[in-house]
């Protein structure tokens, strides 16, 4: 299924929805029935919160999947910043509801006091983002997919630089022709011939040259021609 890919190729995103899930189901089943019941009536108090804070953390997770994969528009920014703005006010529900009155420790300083006092009020607004912000910094960190813009221009340049060619005639052809192993080969080629030539041309000559001369008279003398005479 196209749920379990998105999952299984963004495990941090996976992560962080299923840390907020428990958060998210509490303050979902608060707002929806009231405080948490015991007993069997759990069930009924749990299952719907469950199903609604599941559904939003899927649907965070595919959205987050599909701006990777396929780019960011205007549909998928709008879905995914509702996803994270659901989950921030989820969890800051949660924190609202369950942080402690912490006391700042005697060992801070009178002047530094103030300052951790603004630090841990500020803590009810800064924890409940840690996570929708994470992903959001998470989606938005990878490769930018290419746009539908850039697509059509490279499509466009190449239907013009196809239109602008020109078929050759034959005497082009024939001419632009390579010869099958690049243009040093027939200059090799030829200057091989004309070694050989010269080599065999040396070679006749000396053999001519140590074979000895016929004669008519055997003693290795050359044959005089006899001219004959007409009567």
């Not at 996803?83 to 009178?110: K, N, R």
Request: glycine share 8%.
């Amino acid at each position: 299924m196209k749920v379990f890919s998105h999952i299984f190729r963004q495990p941090f995103v996976v992560a962080t929805g299923f840390a907020a899930l428990v958060h998210s189901t509490w303050a979902l089943g608060t707002l929806f029935a009231g405080q948490q019941p015991e007993g069997w009536h759990l069930v009924g108090w749990l299952a719907p919160a469950l199903l609604i804070a599941f559904a939003l953390d899927v649907g965070q997770i595919a959205t987050s999947s599909e701006i990777r994969e396929h780019g960011l528009t205007l549909g998928r920014g709008v879905t995914f910043f509702v996803f994270a703005l659901a989950t921030y006010y989820l969890q800051w529900l949660y924190i609202a509801h369950h942080m402690p009155a912490l006391e700042i420790a005697a060992g801070v300083s009178d002047t530094a006091r103030a300052t951790a006092i603004y630090m841990r009020d500020a803590a009810i607004w800064i924890i409940p983002a840690f996570l929708p912000l994470s992903t959001v910094l998470y989606t938005f960190s990878g490769n930018t997919a290419p746009t539908a813009s850039s697509v059509v221009t490279v499509e466009k340049v190449e239907v013009e630089s196809k239109a602008d060619d020109k078929p050759m005639l034959p005497t082009e052809v024939e001419e632009n022709k390579e010869a099958p192993f690049g243009n040093e080969v027939p200059e090799l080629v030829e200057s091989q011939l004309t070694e050989n030539r010269g080599e065999s041309e040396s070679i006749g000559m000396t053999v001519s040259a140590g074979l000895p001369t016929t004669t008519a008279n055997g003693h290795g003398k050359p044959k005089t021609p006899r001219n004959r005479v007409k009567k």
